[in-house]
């Protein structure tokens, strides 16, 4: 399913436009051999620096994610400023439009993640779509056991689709976990809060803010003391990771 990736700031995207990568989400079925999507951002591109030592595993994880795309703005016009075409894929336009125009009536959706007002939500929704859910405990990072647990769930349900949404890089551990895992099929996608954008749990910023890049500033101004530090400390990072990346290319 991967593409002639193109690298920026040291990891490979499939360069698809958003109705390319949902023609081939579509092709999926429970009985496609396993393969994991992930959406790296800002944080989530900022992260696999802090964490080579920690967690050196995750870049790898990205490296063979079946479809790594972009889900950020900002990071996809710093990308053409540096003269390459990244094409945004949102993980929550992805999440939200799968769920209504790819998903069909008796599809098994797996969620990993969430709580039972999240799955209750969902049902609701979509009736016609057979939800199971596996609600892991908090500390995934440095549970090992509870990453497989999670994994097996899904290799055991044979969904079609596994939405994991139990953050990063916790979802993309669990999601590159399941592929060791006997008898895994179907797709599945670390789409963070996605899920509860859809059921309404959250509410996005306005298209017009989404469209202009500055989403993360509603979510800023929506939850400044758990979001502060994310936006203001640790994303402008991004910058010198990307002059970085240059100059190392240049050579």
């Not at 496609?32 to 964490?51: A, F, M, Q």
């Not at 990205?62 to 540096?82: F, I, K, P, W």
Request: glycine share 8%; aromatic share 6%; proline share 7%.
């Amino acid at each position: 399913m991967p593409t002639d990736r193109v690298d920026f700031i040291d990891v490979a995207y499939d360069p698809l436009t958003f109705d390319q990568v949902v023609e081939r989400l579509g092709r999926v079925t429970r009985d496609t051999p396993y393969g994991y999507l992930v959406t790296p951002n800002v944080d989530h591109v900022v992260r696999l620096e802090k964490s080579s030592g920690s967690l050196p595993q995750l870049r790898d994880i990205y490296a063979e994610a079946d479809l790594c795309v972009c889900d950020s703005r900002v990071l996809s016009r710093l990308a053409r400023l540096h003269g390459i075409d990244l094409p945004v894929v949102p993980g929550s336009d992805l999440t939200h439009h799968l769920l209504d125009h790819v998903v069909e009536a008796g599809d098994r959706i797996a969620i990993v993640g969430g709580d039972a007002d999240l799955l209750e939500g969902l049902r609701t929704r979509y009736p016609a779509v057979e939800f199971v859910q596996h609600l892991p405990p908090m500390g995934l990072v440095r549970n090992p056991a509870a990453r497989q647990q999670a994994a097996a769930f899904i290799a055991r349900q044979r969904p079609r689709f596994t939405f994991i949404a139990v953050g990063s890089p916790q979802q993309e551990l669990i999601a590159a976990e399941t592929r060791l895992e006997p008898g895994a099929t179907g797709m599945a996608l670390c789409i963070g809060a996605a899920l509860e954008f859809v059921t309404g749990h959250q509410v996005r910023a306005p298209r017009v803010v989404q469209e202009l890049g500055l989403e993360w500033a509603h979510r800023l101004v929506s939850a400044p003391g758990r979001m502060w530090r994310r936006y203001l400390v640790e994303g402008p990072r991004i910058f010198v990771l990307a002059a970085r990346w240059r100059r190392q290319a240049a050579r």
